[in-house]
């Protein structure tokens, strides 16, 4: 898999589309070390972490096997000015303070969404898909909410999971 990240100007017009892939590596961290890590299953703009003034990306890679076989990682780009990458940080359960102890096949980062500030401290959160994760109630998947700090590692989370049956029906309800 293959991430591009796009340049645009005004008028909207793609201006360079550096790609970035498994095994591009940067400052010596190699991305998605594996070809079968899924690097790129899923791309969000975090807005400005560092305060370059440059927008970084989360990219899921579902199938890393940080851990525990497919448990996943996250990875946080930071972008250059000319959309090429000037470091990374990976999130996993063996990397950037995530500590929420991940299970093989969890599949941690097959969906990332940036949620926005949600304890006000100045630095953004992602939520983060573990479609697979396992919590006693079948593989009804998980969500984690990370709260970044500014270089791109944890300072915190919070999963929220199916605990059972209710759960599902609670969140979706029937129509009557």
Do not use: Y
């Amino acid at each position: 898999m293959a991430i591009r990240a796009l340049l645009l100007t005004l008028p909207l017009l793609v201006g360079q589309a550096p790609r970035i892939t498994e095994g591009h590596k940067i400052l010596g961290t190699e991305l998605g070390a594996r070809d079968q890590d899924a690097f790129g299953k899923s791309v969000a703009s975090l807005g400005d972490l560092d305060g370059d003034g440059v927008a970084e990306l989360a990219v899921g890679a579902n199938f890393d096997d940080d851990g525990a076989r497919d448990a996943g990682a996250v990875w946080i780009l930071f972008r250059t000015s000319t959309g090429g990458i000037k470091r990374a940080s990976k999130i996993s359960a063996e990397a950037g303070g995530f500590s929420g102890g991940l299970e093989a096949n969890d599949l941690f980062g097959s969906a990332v969404a940036c949620v926005g500030d949600l304890d006000g401290d100045g630095v953004v959160e992602l939520a983060v898909g573990a479609r697979d994760a396992n919590d006693g109630a079948g593989k009804g998947g998980a969500v984690w909410i990370l709260f970044l700090r500014p270089d791109g590692t944890v300072k915190s989370h919070s999963k929220i999971a199916e605990p059972g049956p209710t759960f599902r029906r609670s969140v979706f309800p029937k129509a009557r």
